[in-house]
């Protein structure tokens, strides 16, 4: 793949998806590209493309961003910012909803790549919320690829990606085989996942109500322009004085002034 | 898109029942093309008191991205809220081509704060033709910091040897401390991208 295919590639997936390949990512793009060529039978990158763009099922697109965009990722990672979440986020929504019958409180990982953070969020929802009364709560965990999301619905790990789960939580949320770890049917039942595109507009209008987003290390594939509408759909889906956790390297200030700053004990986290 | 729903759109931004139904309106207005929206959602957005709708506008001009939407942009350049002018900057330097020939008469502006502002859109823009308009400006435009933030940008996007001329000829321009720094620090940067 030539530097101007790269670039016909790259625009073309922005296009599509919102995500930006940098000039330097050409590499990792073009190793992946070249076994989807491989993969699908064609000879070279000009008719593999062609093909792609005018397969109406969208099918090879998918395999493609499917191969592109694959995070590897791992139980409680970023802990202080899930302590925040745990602590302080969660306290304040339980007040603020005290006037209601019922308390749902409804939390989306967006992005959630294999499932290790949208469980997270489940095993600290089951700890916290357990026996307070008049208390539901629900995780929505997004992604557009569809081979991770199928992986996450599996719910199995390795030893490596629950290192940092304590014993006490292995225990109760996870059946052992070897090395891998199980997530139990009752916590894999409580998180709901589907394939979403995060600039796809008419998807987006539908993710309303959260009290919480958690979209860390996400925005970094998108270009200003796209997490800015990324931003406004995120608005669009909180609830008021909702809240948003990014990734340690990322700042919603500087995509955006319409959310605020939090600065909590453990974590800075940005509200509508 | 058809002018009915357009109509629909353009009263629901200005009307909406809620913050989030404007923001809804203005997001989806972000689909349409032509003059007419455009100026409408410019419009808007000079008069718009919710930040949310302001930023949603900013969102959709930048989809549009035609000539109408660098139009309005270099109007944003002349505001007097910081926040309007960033935008205009920000606009003119993602939408490409369509810019280009505001850009060109930008940086001409009798109004040496507004031409810095253009100034500031090539530096930031990714246009071919940008080294060139930088150029230009430091060879023509009277205004120490005007010229100055030309040669800053012209030393992180340039490359060619016509570049280094341009930047030593100016040299001799300004006397200040600051300008020989900017002067110095351009070259160096240009030196180390060969």
């Known amino acids: 793949m030539t530097a101007e295919e790269f670039i016909k590639l790259r625009d073309f997936i922005y296009r599509k998806t919102g995500i930006y390949f940098e000039e330097h990512k050409m590499y990792y793009v073009r190793n992946r590209v070249e076994s989807r060529i491989k993969a699908t039978g064609h000879e070279n990158f000009r008719s593999y493309f062609t093909w792609m763009r005018f397969d109406v099922t969208g099918q090879e697109l998918q395999e493609l961003v499917n191969l592109l965009t694959v995070n590897e990722t791992y139980f409680f990672r ?8 745990a602590e302080e986020v969660l306290p304040e929504i339980l007040d603020r ?23 997270t969020l489940a095993i600290i929802m089951e700890e916290m919320l ?14 557009i690829n569809t081979e991770v999301l199928e992986r996450a619905e599996m719910g199995i790990y390795s030893s490596r990606s629950v290192r940092l789960v304590p014993e006490e939580y292995k225990k109760r949320y996870f059946i052992q085989h070897g090395e891998l770890y199980e997530v139990i049917p009752e916590l894999r039942n409580k998180v709901k996942f589907y394939q979403l595109n995060l600039m796809d507009a008419v998807a987006m209008r ?4 959260f009290d919480v987003i958690f979209c860390r290390n996400v925005l970094i594939y998108f270009d200003d322009a796209s997490r800015r509408q990324v931003a406004l759909y995120f608005y669009e889906a909180l609830a008021e004085g909702g809240y948003i956790f990014l990734g340690h390297s990322e700042s919603m200030s500087r995509i955006t002034p319409i959310f605020k ?12 | 898109m058809q002018e009915s729903r357009i109509n629909e759109l353009l009263n629901l931004m200005k009307k909406g029942r809620s913050e989030n139904e404007r923001i809804m309106a203005v997001l989806d207005l972000g689909e349409a093309t032509g003059e007419r929206v455009v100026k409408a959602l410019a419009e808007q957005f000079e008069l718009e008191t919710s930040r949310v709708v302001q930023e949603a506008i900013v969102s959709s001009l930048i989809k549009i991205g035609d000539k109408y939407v660098a139009e309005s942009a270099a109007e944003f350049l002349k505001s ?9 900057v920000e606009i003119l330097s993602v939408i490409g081509d369509s810019a280009l020939e505001v850009l060109e008469k930008m940086i001409k502006y009798p109004d040496k704060d507004v031409r810095q502002l253009a100034v500031n859109a090539v530096g930031e823009s990714n246009l071919k033709k940008s080294p060139m308009l930088l150029r230009k400006v430091i060879e ?15 030393g992180e996007i340039g490359s060619s040897e016509e570049d280094r001329k341009v930047i030593m000829q100016a040299a ?23």
């Open chain 1, 78 to 85: 970023e802990y202080y910012q899930l302590k925040c979440f």
């Open chain 1, 97 to 119: 909803k005290c006037e209601e019958k019922v308390r749902m409180i409804r939390v989306w990982s967006a992005g959630c790549s294999t499932g290790e953070e949208p469980y």
């Open chain 1, 130 to 143: 357990e026996g307070i009364e008049r208390v539901m709560w629900e995780v929505h965990a997004t992604d």
């Open chain 1, 206 to 209: 539908k993710m309303v109500g």
């Open chain 1, 261 to 272: 700053l939090r600065r909590f004990k453990n974590a800075f986290v940005y509200q509508k």
């Open chain 2, 80 to 88: 007097d809220d910081a926040y309007i002018r960033n935008a205009g």
């Open chain 2, 140 to 154: 023509e435009d009277e205004e120490e910091n005007v010229v100055a933030a030309a040669i800053e940008y012209l």
């Open chain 2, 172 to 194: 001799s321009r300004f006397s200040s401390p600051f300008f020989d720094y900017t002067v110095k620090i351009a070259l160096k940067k240009l030196a180390e991208s060969k």
